[in-house]
């Protein structure tokens, strides 16, 4: 079975560009999160979605970013416009809440450099 | 947000070590999840604790959920090349600071 998959795997992008992650959940699954890694912050919940209804987003860093979920088998975070900082691994997660204990499933990740 | 601390924040150990690290928070959880991340990769699901006093064995890992619920440990006996990597716990959807390990042949 296919596990969650993101693209792309990796990108360089000029300071003010902007940048779109995408990410493709396990089928069947009711819920996708989106994190970021660095290793100053660790991993950090930046959005979730259940049922393709964004339910937290408070860990999204500014207005710069935004995410969208417009079906169950797609969701998109976006950055606009990127800055160094921004620079990162970007995860996508997915699970099916309520029918077990909630195990994340991750994609391999989409590793950010803004130059 | 939940905070999880974990300790010690990188370890490197030669190999057939025993080895312990820990996830602490102020806060009672329902239930904890142990995760391993190698590099270039996402995390994977190792374990969840949901008793209080719970203890999961995993061939050579050994974790256990404190009797408060506010804490866990995950214990590695003889350490191989193959338990290198970034051992992250998580209360659901939030993640610990991390333990970084590295097992030395």
């Known amino acids: 079975d296919a596990g969650v998959i993101q693209s792309p795997r990796h990108e360089v992008t000029e300071m003010g560009q902007e940048v779109t992650l995408r990410c493709k959940p396990i089928?069947?699954?009711?819920?996708l999160f989106w994190y970021r890694q660095t290793m100053m912050r660790g991993l950090e919940l930046l959005i979730y979605?259940?049922?393709?209804?964004?339910?937290?987003d408070s860990g999204m860093p500014e207005d710069r970013f935004s995410a969208k979920m417009p079906n169950a088998s797609f969701s998109t975070l976006k950055i606009q416009p990127s800055e160094p900082r921004d620079s990162a691994v970007y995860f996508c997660?997915?699970?099916?809440?309520?029918?077990?204990?909630?195990?994340?499933?991750f994609g391999e990740g989409s590793r950010l450099t803004v130059l | 947000t939940q905070l999880l601390e974990q300790s010690p924040q990188f370890l490197s150990i030669q190999e057939g070590e025993n080895l312990t690290v820990y996830c602490n928070s102020s806060?009672?959880?329902?239930?904890l999840q142990w995760y391993r991340q190698e590099p270039g990769e996402g995390p994977v699901l190792l374990v969840t604790?949901?008793?209080?006093?719970e203890v999961k064995k995993l061939k050579r890992l050994t974790f256990q959920f404190g009797d408060a619920r506010k804490d866990s440990s995950l214990h590695i006996t003889a350490a191989q090349p193959g338990d290198t990597g970034l051992y992250l716990c998580?209360?659901?959807?939030?993640f610990g600071t991390g333990t970084s390990l590295t097992v030395i042949p």
């Open positions: 997660a997915s699970s099916l809440i309520g029918l077990n204990t909630g195990e994340l499933f």
């Open positions: 089928s069947g699954h009711n819920s």
């Open positions: 979605f259940n049922n393709n209804v964004p339910i937290d």
């Open positions: 806060s009672v959880f329902s239930s």
């Open positions: 604790v949901v008793t209080g006093g």
């Open positions: 998580s209360n659901q959807f939030y």
